[in-house]
T-cell receptor
Framework: KQEVTQIPAALSVPEGENLVLNCSFT??????LQWFRQDPGKGLTSLLL?????REQTSGRLNASLDKSSGRSTLYIAASQPGDSATYLC????????????????FGKGTKLTVNP | EAQVTQNPRYLITVTGKKLTVTCSQN?????MSWYRQDPGLGLRQIYY???????DKGDVPEGYKVSRKEKRNFPLILESPSPNQTSLYFC?????????????FGQGTRLTVV
């Protein structure tokens, strides 16, 4: 059974700081890993999807890495801004075709990030 | 604009009064899912659908029903809501089956059952 853990549960940093959010998973046989952002009272916005064949993926100030052997993914945010304040979730897609199909994302509980001006 | 649309965004209802939360996607995705998010428990899958008329239970299906009569729509039905179904609900869609594709989520429906 795949379990996804995110530590810390909450993080508060001053504006401008570079920071790393951590995501660990128990089953190293993952296909990809997806990072999401959730603003209070709002939906999930996909940030980055790292395929298992990739080591990292970049979008603007965000860089996500994936290390299957150690069961970890990190989300690096450069030069953090107050607008980055949100909860960040990582998710591992679980797919099982037989005997009973199952298609779901297994989520960590998230890291709540606060960037202070 | 590619999106997943849920309605309503907020709903307060009474125990036992049937309700439906609608979900629609405009990306022609085959796969759609419903999740609920609760403090301390995170996001858990309720039901999913791999195509029209093909649905299956997720991890927490009790008290819910779904239907997939059209590719773009995947409504979540609570026949007799109870207070323990108070939660934040999300609909998601993917182009094809996990794990090789990105998931897109709706804006969420906050349901309160009193």
């Amino acid at each position: 059974k795949q379990e996804v853990t995110q530590i810390p549960a909450a993080l508060s940093v001053p504006e401008g700081e570079n920071l790393v959010l951590n995501c660990s998973f128990t089953d190293s046989a993952i296909y990809n890993l997806q990072w999401f952002r959730q603003d209070p009272g709002k939906g999930l916005t996909s940030l980055l999807l790292i395929q298992s064949s990739q080591r990292e993926q970049t979008s603007g100030r965000l860089n996500a890495s994936l290390d299957k052997s150690s069961g970890r993914s990190t989300l690096y945010i450069a030069a953090s801004q107050p607008g980055d304040s949100a909860t960040y979730l990582c998710a591992d897609p679980y797919s099982s075709i037989t005997p009973r199909g199952s298609e779901k994302l297994v989520f960590g509980k998230g890291t709540k990030l606060t960037v202070n001006p | 604009e590619a999106q997943v649309t849920q309605n309503p965004r907020y709903l307060i209802t009474v125990t036992g009064k049937k309700l439906t939360v609608t979900c629609s996607q405009n990306m022609n995705h085959e796969y759609m899912s419903w999740y609920r998010q609760d403090p301390g428990l995170g996001l858990r899958q309720i039901y999913y659908s791999m195509n029209v008329e093909v649905t299956d239970k997720g991890d927490v299906p009790e008290g819910y029903k779904v239907s997939r009569k059209e590719k773009r729509n995947f409504p979540l039905i609570l026949e007799s809501p109870s207070p323990n179904q108070t939660s934040l609900y999300f609909c998601a869609s993917t182009n094809r089956g996990l794990p090789n594709t990105e998931a897109f989520f709706g804006q969420g429906t906050r349901l309160t059952v009193v």
